[in-house]
């Protein structure tokens, strides 16, 4: 599964390494959000979680759709600048129809839902449609998307104040730390890009990440085959985004990818025990997929039977196989039966089984 961004023809001074405010506030937020994804972090948001005043926790939570199980594209910028405050004036002059698409992507779930024409602000059944994908999500998502829909203009300028508050209530210390390590990353990265080009460049950044053999596409290990392409490429580096690689690639919205910087701390050994009785479900490549599908969130039968085109019951006996391993936690709302990847489980495995679900 690859994501190939085509640079063909792109002058090497479009693909850029650059530091974002707003993008690290992303990574920090889905930290908050998903702790288990970070347990290298998970002093930092306890501490965090404890020092919010009961309003902001409670917006963190309204709006958390945007970036917990995958980032809104107007939240990973393109065009970074030094400060939060001017990369949300960016993000403002975003139009209505483009905020609105980005924000139910992630709203509704999956990076498989496309919201094109007719658009969902002005068509019934668009908007019907929209809706019964939120509500599939849960009753937040369900509530999220009807003031989405209603009135984008006081959701965007809801999300902008709470945005605001982070900076004031947690951003502005940790940004002043992270910023020096972004920098140094930087340095090396930039250095890297004029000295010996971009494949080098890129294979400091991650395994994950090549260039073709022909120079004329980065290739990104995710969970999607996908194609895009634009004016040039951004990668932005983050401290609290790690393991995650975060690509944003949608028709319309210039390449970025948002990349770990390196981690300093060795992986624990593991149970040869664990690993044995595990990997033997995971062995299958359909669980496998699956599997790294719920590691970015709840998802039903039926929605993993839809993104992947299987049939629920194939997906039904793929996850009775994870399940008995201990690999998934299930929960029932309503109608519904949500599976989530048992993460503190997969950690048990090791970092890079884990990094590859997670990436």
């Not at 002005?122 to 449609?129: F, S």
Request: charged share 25%; net charge negative.
């Amino acid at each position: 599964m690859t994501l190939r961004i085509d640079i063909g023809g792109v002058p090497s001074g479009r693909v850029r390494f650059a530091a974002s405010p707003l993008a690290e506030l992303t990574a920090m937020l889905h930290v908050l959000a998903e702790p288990a994804h970070h347990p290298q972090l998970a002093g930092w948001a306890a501490d965090v979680w404890a020092g919010l005043r009961p309003e902001l926790a409670e917006r963190l939570r309204e709006a958390e759709f945007l970036w917990r199980s995958s980032r809104a594209d107007f939240l990973v910028p393109a065009r970074p600048r030094p400060t939060l405050a001017e990369e949300l004036d960016d993000v403002d002059r975003i139009d209505d129809e483009t905020y609105v698409t980005a924000a139910l992507i992630t709203t509704c779930g999956s990076n498989r839902v496309h919201f094109g024409t007719p658009s969902p602000l002005a068509d019934a059944t668009a908007r019907e449609r929209a809706l019964d994908l939120a509500q599939a999500r849960g009753v937040l998502q369900e509530a999220f998307a009807e003031r989405l829909l209603a009135d984008p203009a006081a959701v965007r300028a809801r999300v902008r104040d709470t945005l605001e508050q982070c900076a004031e209530a947690f951003f502005d210390a940790a940004w002043a730390g992270a910023a020096v390590q972004l920098a140094t990353d930087l340095r090396v990265k930039n250095d890297l890009l004029k000295r010996q080009g971009i494949a080098a460049a890129l294979a400091a950044v991650s395994s994950a990440i090549t260039l073709s053999p022909d120079g004329d596409c980065i290739v990104v290990d995710k969970l999607q085959d996908n194609a895009t392409s634009g004016a040039g490429v951004t990668l932005l580096p983050s401290v609290f985004g790690r393991p995650h690689l975060v690509a944003v690639h949608a028709p319309g919205w210039e390449p970025v990818i948002q990349y770990p910087v390196a981690d300093p701390i060795a992986a624990e050994p593991v149970s040869l025990e664990t690993v044995t009785l595990r990997l033997e479900a995971l062995a299958h490549p359909v669980r496998l997929r699956l599997l790294r599908t719920l590691a970015r969130g709840p998802h039903t039968t039926g929605e993993l039977a839809d993104a992947w085109q299987l049939t629920p019951p194939e997906v039904s006996r793929h996850l009775a196989v994870l399940r008995r391993a201990g690999l998934l936690t299930s929960e029932r709302q309503g109608r519904y039966v949500r599976y989530t990847a048992n993460l503190p489980d997969l950690t048990s495995l090791g970092s890079d089984l884990v990094t590859a679900v997670l990436r």
